[in-house]
């Protein structure tokens, strides 16, 4: 049974407490954003383009009318984002991790990617 006169002293220590744990909380940052800007080239490009120049993706996750591919290799992947265009759905962003110097994707990983999908026999 807590009396009354302890009441106040326990309130106090909950509430400190609570203050404690919602600073740790706050002092959590979040990863800075990827640069701006999209790889020459891409943006635009529609689905069945992408396909030609990548080969068939390692994934395809859908959100109601957008869809991502992600494309894999030993050394990076890279995450094309799709919206609809028109009667088909064409890519409105890329990523790759890891990501570019100065945008978020990295050319480098793009090209490995490309390579990869010419050198790969279409069955």
């Not at 302890?6 to 940052?29: D, E, N, R, S």
Request: hydrophobic residues 45%; glycine residues 6%; aromatic residues 6%.
């Amino acid at each position: 049974m807590i009396r009354p006169f302890m009441a106040a002293p326990l309130c106090v220590a909950l509430a400190a407490c609570a203050t404690a744990q919602h600073q740790q909380a706050q002092q959590i940052a979040l990863p800075a954003a990827p640069p701006p800007g999209e790889p020459n080239g891409v943006p635009g490009l529609e689905a069945a383009q992408l396909r030609i120049a990548y080969g068939p993706p390692a994934l395809v996750r859908k959100d109601g009318h957008n869809e991502m591919w992600r494309y894999d290799s030993a050394s990076c992947k890279a995450f094309f984002f799709l919206y609809p265009s028109g009667s088909s759905l064409a890519v409105r962003h890329v990523e790759t991790v890891p990501r570019g110097r100065d945008i978020a994707a990295d050319e480098s990983c793009l090209a490995v990617l490309r390579a990869h999908a010419a050198a790969t026999p279409v069955s």
